[in-house]
């Protein structure tokens, strides 16, 4: 049985990230994530599963459908610079905001639960903050987000 470090070291490696680029994600010193992955007897379960939604994991360590936990001030850098490419969410108070930097055009767009954040990642029927349905458009017409 692996180690929860060595879960999110293989974690890291799978999607080619470094543990200085989680930890800038998750707006922490690297210095506190080391030492925490150097010493796992010491990481809760809920901080274990919080470092593997960042990386893009669920706790089952099964590939988060493609989409990745940022915090609020990364979800901000991204929406600011387009970089990094990928399907991203953040609470924000009561709700949530879903982002999609993966094409040249940028969206993004606020919920009021995960579930339909989620939806909207995934390109699947949902409703916005706001009540409005989003529908995808057939993936032949060549249109991902509405």
């Known amino acids: 049985m692996k180690k929860a470090s060595e879960v999110i070291m293989d974690c890291l490696k799978a999607k080619g990230m470094s543990q200085r680029g989680l930890a800038r994600e998750m707006g922490e010193d690297v210095r506190l994530l080391n030492q925490q992955l150097n010493r796992q007897n010491d990481m809760k379960v809920e901080r274990f599963a919080d470092v593997l939604e960042h990386i893009g994991y669920h706790l089952e360590v099964v590939d988060n459908e493609t989409f990745r936990k940022a915090t609020l001030e990364f979800a901000d850098s991204i929406v600011e610079s387009g970089s990094p490419k990928g399907l991203f969410?953040?609470?924000?108070?009561?709700?949530?905001?879903?982002?999609?930097?993966?094409?040249?055009?940028?969206?993004?767009?606020?919920?009021?639960d995960f579930d339909n954040c989620r939806k909207w990642l995934l390109n699947q029927p949902c409703k916005d903050a706001n009540g409005l349905m989003h529908v995808p458009f057939p993936a032949d017409w060549g249109i991902q987000k509405n």
Do not use: L, N, P, R
């Open 89 to 112: 969410y953040a609470k924000v108070g009561d709700g949530y905001i879903g982002i999609d930097s993966t094409h040249d055009e940028m969206f993004v767009e606020e919920f009021s």
